[in-house]
Nanobody, 124 residues
């Protein structure tokens, strides 16, 4: 059983930056591929970024490529999402998720463990 907790959300002006953190529980953290998803207001949950257990592969949605960076520190059991050049359309609840399946999957149903989410609001 893995439990996941996100932090780091908040309110930022367009063009600004935020760094989200995700701390999954469990001793076998490196076994899990991790992903960040988001749910914009009134829209479906969507894939943002993913990373393999060993950090050798990363994946991004087209909308965030070049602006967001996913990373993990297995020694600290922590996943990060560095978000730069934020836009109002990045406003959403951001979720961290873990899977024992294929890294980089864009299907939320492939992830078995989810956090409660953290709100990110980008003002114009």
């Amino acid at each position: 059983q893995v439990q996941v907790a996100e932090s780091g959300g908040g309110l930022v002006q367009a063009g600004g930056s935020l760094k989200l953190s995700c701390v999954p529980s469990g001793r076998t953290f490196s076994r899990y591929a991790m992903g960040w998803f988001r749910r914009p207001p009134g829209k479906e949950r969507e894939f943002v970024a993913g990373i393999s257990g060993s950090s050798d592969r990363t994946y991004y949605a087209d909308s965030v490529t070049g602006r967001f960076t996913i990373s993990r520190d297995n020694a600290k059991n922590t996943i990060y999402l560095q978000m730069n050049s934020l836009k109002p359309e990045d406003t959403a609840v951001y979720y961290c998720a873990a899977t024992v399946g294929v890294a980089g999957s864009r299907r939320w149903s492939d992830y078995g463990y989810w956090g409660q989410g953290t709100q990110v609001t980008v003002s114009p």
